[in-house]
């Protein structure tokens, strides 16, 4: 078994976490690879050599687990090495909310002994995947997203208007700040922010979210997930922002985006005690009523 751990950031006091996890894969003699600039990270901040682990820049299909050390933004990072690879990702919470990282980081030697005995389910994201016109050769490589792609206004207070065409079918012009497109997966993120509907991550949907819009009469859409969707965006700058997670461009106004579902997923491993219902219960204070 072959194994990458990766993370983002040092979360504070999480050296313990990160050699509590090496120790533990090492343990069972797994093959370990740490990401090059997160060994770095680490062993600065706790001030102890972990040299004899190797690094990767970037992995292939010899791995069989992706191991993401941080909170949901280190997930969505994640998904920028993992690709199209089919590699299961299971992500260890030491940031704050932790809708995708789900395992605990009190629990990390427990979660990896059920993990290395195949106790555990595959939960599939859908992505989004988008294409430009005129193409842009800085979102062709990385042209998916897990949780949602959204285009922002740039440089100004004033609003933008994006024409949106679903199955080149006109289907409005949001006048707003902005508009997102959410897998179910970014259904709890940005989305959830703006008013969104929450979305099972195992249904087949897309939802569209205005950005503070300024036609009353603009709800969030629901919409099956193989529906293709045009969006050309106009305003009083030149520029505009589209975000692919938490990955930001600027392109032109004259460019128009084409949103889809991508070909692939993301596979999230799932520990067999978890589930979307109880996150939501348990992130989002459902259940915090004293009525209950």
């Not at 990767?56 to 299909?61: A, G, L, R, S, T």
């Not at 050390?69 to 919470?93: C, E, F, Q, R, W």
């Not at 030149?238 to 596979?267: G, M, N, Y």
Request: proline share 4%; glycine share 6%; aromatic share 6%.
């Amino acid at each position: 078994m072959k194994v990458a751990i990766y993370g983002q950031f040092y979360h504070k006091n999480s050296g313990k976490h990160v050699l509590s996890i090496i120790e533990a894969f090492q343990k069972k003699n797994i093959t370990l690879l740490i990401e090059e600039n997160f060994k770095k990270l680490v062993e600065k901040e706790i001030n102890i050599s972990i040299g004899n682990i190797p690094t990767f820049i970037n992995i292939d299909n010899t791995f069989d687990l992706f191991i993401s050390i941080g909170g949901d933004g280190t997930i969505l990072k994640s998904i920028t090495y993992v690709g199209d690879l089919g590699i299961p990702i299971a992500g260890i919470n030491t940031g704050r909310l932790g809708f995708l990282a789900t395992i605990q980081k009190e629990n990390i030697s427990e979660s990896i002994e059920s993990i290395l005995k195949g106790d555990y389910t595959i939960s599939e994201r859908s992505l989004l995947s988008i294409e430009t016109t005129p193409m842009q050769e800085n979102i062709t490589k990385l042209n998916f997203a897990l949780n949602e792609v959204a285009v922002n206004r740039k440089n100004t207070t004033s609003m933008i208007k994006v024409d949106t065409h679903v199955n080149d079918k006109y289907l409005t012009t949001y006048f707003s700040d902005g508009l997102i497109v959410a897998t179910p997966t970014g259904s709890t993120g940005y989305s959830l922010s703006c008013g969104g509907p929450v979305i099972d991550p195992s249904t087949s949907n897309i939802a569209l979210t205005p950005i503070a819009p300024h036609n009353l009469s603009a709800r969030p859409l629901v919409l099956p997930d193989n529906c293709v969707i045009d969006l050309s965006v106009s305003g009083r700058e030149d520029e505009f922002l589209v975000s692919l997670d938490s990955r930001i461009i600027t392109l032109q106004i004259d460019t128009t985006l084409r949103i889809k579902k991508a070909p692939f997923t993301i596979k999230l491993v799932q520990l067999k005690n978890e589930s979307f219902i109880k996150t939501l219960r348990e992130k989002l204070l459902w259940g915090e009523d004293k009525r209950n």
